[in-house]
């Protein structure tokens, strides 16, 4: 058994967070399902390691640590190498910025719980719901397209992979989901389209978790 667990969902941008950080430092993990779908995220036993009912949560020695940034940064606090942040003090800031923009201002609008809602609560069909994420979204990818020119090689900061590209690559995803046109974000796209190409992105990406529909798999 390994020492770390990670409570997680196929499909969850902040559960592929975890998985790829997870990748990206050699680490074995167990993994367990938690079906969204199914509500099992608000089990009385889920909500004893993660009181909000969020996904992902890492379990370390017995240690819970619980939402995907807190995981993440305490990957990489005690697995320094290989490091997603640069050493420079100032890049790092500008990484965190980039995760913030995502984190904060993009990733919440196509949250299930949130457009669960405005189909129970207001009837919103999936096209409207699509016209939700869309118009939040938009705000998000344009501040990432005038931000990332200034720093991005290869991938978000240069042509080493950065806690950015970690929270960047789902986030695309999930905007692909919800037909968001991305034809307007080169520098994000060429982003995307190298993380596409990476083995520890391709290892985490939800095609290929063990909790992935038949239907979505891909090899």
């Given at each position: 058994?390994?020492?770390?667990?990670?409570?997680?969902?196929?499909?969850?941008?902040?559960?592929?967070?975890?998985?790829?950080?997870?990748?990206?430092?050699?680490?074995?993990?167990?993994?367990k399902p938690i079906n969204l779908l199914k509500?099992?995220?608000?089990?009385?036993?889920?909500?004893?390691?993660?009181?909000?009912?969020?996904?992902?949560?890492?379990?370390?020695?017995?240690?819970?640590?619980?939402?995907?940034?807190?995981?993440?940064?305490?990957?990489?606090?005690?697995?320094?190498?290989?490091?997603?942040?640069?050493?420079?003090?100032?890049?790092?800031?500008?990484?965190?910025?980039?995760?913030?923009?995502?984190?904060?201002?993009?990733?919440?609008?196509?949250?299930?719980?949130?457009?669960?809602?405005?189909?129970?609560?207001?009837?919103?069909?999936?096209?409207?719901?699509?016209?939700?994420?869309?118009?939040?979204?938009?705000?998000?990818?344009?501040?990432?397209?005038?931000?990332?020119?200034?720093?991005?090689?290869?991938?978000?900061?240069?042509?080493?992979?950065?806690?950015?590209?970690?929270?960047?690559?789902?986030?695309?995803?999930?905007?692909?989901?919800?037909?968001?046109?991305?034809?307007?974000?080169?520098?994000?796209?060429?982003?995307?389209?190298?993380?596409?190409?990476?083995?520890?992105?391709?290892?985490?990406?939800?095609?290929?978790?063990?909790?992935?529909?038949?239907?979505?798999?891909?090899?």
């Amino acid at each position: 058994m390994s020492s770390y667990v990670l409570y997680n969902y196929f499909r969850s941008s902040t559960s592929f967070r975890a998985r790829v950080v997870l990748e990206l430092k050699g680490l074995v993990y167990d993994y367990k399902p938690i079906n969204l779908l199914k509500d099992e995220q608000h089990s009385p036993e889920y909500l004893k390691l993660n009181p909000l009912g969020g996904i992902p949560t890492l379990i370390h020695d017995g240690k819970i640590i619980p939402d995907s940034m807190a995981v993440i940064e305490y990957l990489e606090e005690i697995h320094p190498s290989p490091s997603i942040m640069p050493k420079d003090f100032y890049l790092r800031a500008r990484v965190r910025q980039v995760c913030e923009i995502v984190n904060a201002s993009m990733h919440p609008y196509g949250n299930l719980k949130i457009t669960k809602y405005l189909g129970q609560a207001h009837g919103y069909t999936q096209e409207q719901k699509d016209q939700w994420v869309q118009k939040w979204v938009i705000q998000g990818l344009e501040a990432l397209e005038k931000t990332l020119p200034e720093f991005s090689g290869k991938y978000c900061f240069g042509d080493q992979v950065t806690m950015a590209d970690v929270v960047l690559y789902p986030q695309i995803i999930t905007c692909q989901r919800f037909h968001v046109d991305l034809s307007k974000y080169p520098t994000v796209m060429k982003v995307f389209g190298n993380l596409d190409q990476h083995p520890a992105f391709i290892k985490a990406h939800f095609s290929r978790q063990i909790d992935t529909p038949e239907e979505l798999r891909k090899p």
